[in-house]
């Protein structure tokens, strides 16, 4: 049975270690991935404040070690009929079953503002941190849209001892 797996972080991850130790080799696995390595994103926040790295593992060798292929694409479309699924630069995946576990997308939703999506943002929190210890920063607004589920990196930014913040509720509606 060829199983293709559409995401590299921890959904994928799991898809694909809990195959191969349910299915051994029973299955053909294919790991499919837009990027080439696998952050432990809630360390990331730790690392602009210099108290630990997040943890990186290249995807290829996760693959490797489960006896799977790893493909360096984005999953474009699906093809239920045929049952395949072609990459965001037309390669075609044939498959029996397809797990799609692309997660979310951060993004910038604030023109101007700067947004904390992880690993990728370390160096310009970093500086920023730096500038605020400096004064050269003096005024600085922490915001999470309605509905974002993941706010420990505002929460952790909140913790600095050395920051006084004003403190602010929203009104329902």
Known sequence: MRVVIA????????????????????VELQLLAPEPLFWYR??????PFGLGSVHRVELSEVAAAARASFSL?????????????????GARLDYDALVIACGATPEAVVEGALTFRGPADTDRFRLLLQELDAGAVRKLV?????????????YELGQRPRWRFASCSRSAG
């Open 142 to 154: 922490f915001a999470v849209p309605a509905g974002v589920a993941w706010s420990l990196p505002l």
């Open 73 to 89: 694409a984005a999953l474009g479309s699906i093809d239920l009929r045929r049952r395949c699924a072609w990459t965001a630069d």
């Open 42 to 47: 809630p360390l990331a926040v730790a690392e």
């Open 7 to 26: 995401g590299g972080g921890v959904a994928g991850l799991e898809a694909l270690l809990a195959l191969r130790e349910l299915a051994e080799e029973r």
